[in-house]
């Protein structure tokens, strides 16, 4: 009995989910037309991104991670650009080597091992599942094996640290900056054959956005789900792979600089591995919902993820661990207390807001937040093809509180990340005003399609939940 009202919950979800994928039409993914504002944006990024993490990482390098330093130098004429540039290492034979056998290992344990992590995992969800429909109506199944890939590379790393010593822990430190000329080289490799891929062999053409101007279908993809084969889905991978797991790692490495510089590994250096370990383990053991999210759902697969993956994501989300190596901080208690207490806090805000909707769609209401029946507007909306839908948006719990709150949550953590470094300079605190940034963009951005999709149903929403990320400030 119980077994056959699980698959009825099955089947209904899924309809529910043929229908919100018709309903959507024209409504969600990239645009197929493009403004003035959005092209000049597209400009300005695939101009600057690059230069904004190789200023960064400069500054590091050659300023002890000052931001304004190299800016006075070049006014100043102290120096000029071809002093900065000629300081700086460039690619060398050894760090092609270590990157391309990162990825290619990264590669390997994502196609060719099947996860077995679910099978004696309680409660985690992983091997084949499906994700949500494309806009040709197709859905696409995937291997989730990410947290299997971060445990053997994990333990591939401690090994080698304790017994083998193949390399030293501080081997991705050591080559930071010629390892970015090669992230730099696969991020735009890819972005790049996403693109030719999509005009000449696209893995669904009914699934391709063409704008017809060339900057934009770069930078925001054409292809919605770009695969090789049957598993090797582009998006999955490159969102994963090798950025997420090599997250940990560059913070184990940094660590491992601290301790052969100073002696020591501070405690402000623990706290990042671990407030930030804790983040990258979080989204490997909920891989399979992450399956749900705009990244994959609506984000056609361009130079924005294939190049922030591979670059902006591993350069700029540590920066704390870096800016740590040259400046080590060692916290009174009642201050790393308080960053733990933070980061702690942020990451339950965050996996219970997600929780909560997770298990009322999951249900279709039929469950308990916070010990009572949820509450909910019902919404409906009109497909393209003139069908009219119903959904439900949730008023109880922590959506009741905001209409965004798991990214509060996320904000909590990313600025207990910050604070960890302390107060002397501002390079680690660029993560949390970035994260700000794109955060409240999300929620502008997500709201304007669905005040399309549910229009006056939107407004009672709103005014039943009239803040989108603090309680009673915004």
Not at 21 to 49: N, P, T
Not at 280 to 293: G, I, R
């Amino acid at each position: 009995m119980v077994a056959h009202q699980e698959k009825k919950l099955a089947e209904e979800i899924k309809h529910q989910n043929m229908q919100n994928y018709k309903a959507s039409q024209g409504q969600w993914g990239r645009a197929w037309e493009v403004d003035w504002f959005s092209l000049a944006s597209i400009l300005f990024l695939l101009m600057f991104a690059p230069l904004i993490v190789y200023y960064f990482i400069m500054s590091c390098a050659q300023y002890q991670c000052s931001l304004t330093d190299p800016l006075l130098d070049l006014l100043t004429g102290n120096k000029h650009l071809s002093e900065i540039w000629n300081r700086t290492p460039m690619l060398t034979y050894k760090a092609a080597a270590i990157y391309s056998i990162w990825v290619a290992f990264q590669v390997f344990l994502y196609v060719s091992i099947p996860d077995f992590c679910h099978k004696f995992l309680s409660g985690y969800v992983g091997g084949v599942q499906e994700g949500a429909i494309t806009p040709a109506g197709v859905m696409n199944k995937y291997e989730i094996n990410g947290l299997q890939a971060w445990i053997v590379t994990h333990v591939l790393w401690f090994a080698n640290a304790s017994y083998f010593h193949f390399f030293s822990p501080t081997i991705i430190f050591d080559n930071w900056i010629p390892l970015l000329w090669c992230a730099n080289i696969l991020g735009y490799a890819v972005s790049t054959f996403a693109m030719i891929k999509g005009y000449f062999f696209p893995t669904n053409a009914k699934d391709c956005k063409f704008t017809g101007n060339f900057f934009y279908d770069y930078m925001m993809g054409i292809e919605f789900n770009p695969r090789i084969g049957k598993w090797f889905d582009f998006k999955l991978f490159f969102n994963g792979r090798p950025g997420i797991v090599a997250w940990t790692l560059i913070n184990l490495s940094f660590a491992a600089k601290q301790q052969e510089l100073y002696g020591e590994v501070t405690n402000s250096m623990i706290l990042v591995n671990v407030l930030q370990g804790i983040y990258v383990l979080d989204f490997f053991w909920n891989e399979a919902w992450y399956l749900k999210t705009i990244d994959i759902c609506h984000d056609h697969f361009g130079w924005y993820l294939g190049w922030g993956d591979c670059v902006w994501l591993p350069y700029l989300y540590t920066l704390q661990g870096l800016y740590l190596v040259y400046h080590p901080v060692q916290l009174c208690t009642a201050h790393a207390v308080g960053v733990l207490t933070l980061g702690l806090l942020g990451y339950f805000i965050f996996r219970m807001t997600n929780h909560q909707k997770d298990l009322f769609r999951r249900t279709n209401g039929n469950c308990r937040i916070w010990g009572k029946k949820p509450e909910y507007i019902e919404c409906s909306y009109t497909s393209v093809d003139g069908t009219k839908y119903y959904s439900k948006l949730m008023t109880s719990g922590f959506w009741g509180w905001a209409r965004h709150f798991n990214y509060t949550g996320d904000l909590m953590g990313s600025l207990a990340y910050c604070l960890a470094c302390g107060f002397e300079h501002i390079l680690p605190y660029f993560y949390i005003i970035y994260m700000t940034i794109l955060l409240t963009h999300r929620c502008i951005r997500d709201e304007h399609r669905c005040s399309s999709k549910y229009g006056e149903d939107w407004k009672r929403y709103t005014a039943a939940v009239p803040y989108r990320l603090l309680p009673r400030i915004f």
